[in-house]
């Protein structure tokens, strides 16, 4: 199983970007997913989450500007970023735990994408 990340890059204040991260392998099930935000020197944080049925979460900094869908017949969560900031540059990192079939049995496992940059210029 793996997740794959599309669509940082560099864009000016005020723009837009739209993140995908699509998850493949075999799956049994995926609950939550969830995009963070790990900017330089500063802990990963919490961007946006959406569960299975649609119910969504969002950081602060981010209400009104980010929002969060997913399409559950591709295993794909998505990203819109609207109204960047500066202080929204930071490699974004998707998440999902993830129901895998194993010879034990059904087990679940966090996995994460490989980072996408995203850089907002002032």
């Known amino acids: 199983v793996q997740l794959v990340e599309s669509g940082g890059g560099l864009v000016q204040a005020g723009g837009s970007l739209r993140l995908s991260c699509a998850a493949s392998?075999?799956?049994?099930?995926?609950?939550?997913m969830g995009w963070y935000r790990q900017a330089p020197g500063k802990q990963r944080e919490l961007v946006a989450a959406?569960?299975?049925?649609?119910?969504?979460n969002y950081a602060d900094s981010v209400k009104g500007r980010f929002t969060i869908s997913r399409d559950n017949a591709k295993n794909t969560v998505y990203l819109q970023m609207n109204s960047l900031k500066p202080e929204d540059t930071a490699v974004y990192y998707c998440?999902?735990?993830?129901?895998?079939?194993?010879?034990?049995?059904?087990?679940?496992?966090?996995?994460w994408g490989q980072g996408t940059q995203v850089t907002v210029s002032s």
């Open positions: 959406i569960t299975s049925a649609g119910s969504t």
């Open positions: 392998g075999s799956i049994f099930s995926i609950n939550a």
């Open positions: 998440n999902a735990p993830i129901t895998i079939p194993t010879i034990e049995g059904p087990n679940r496992v966090d996995y």
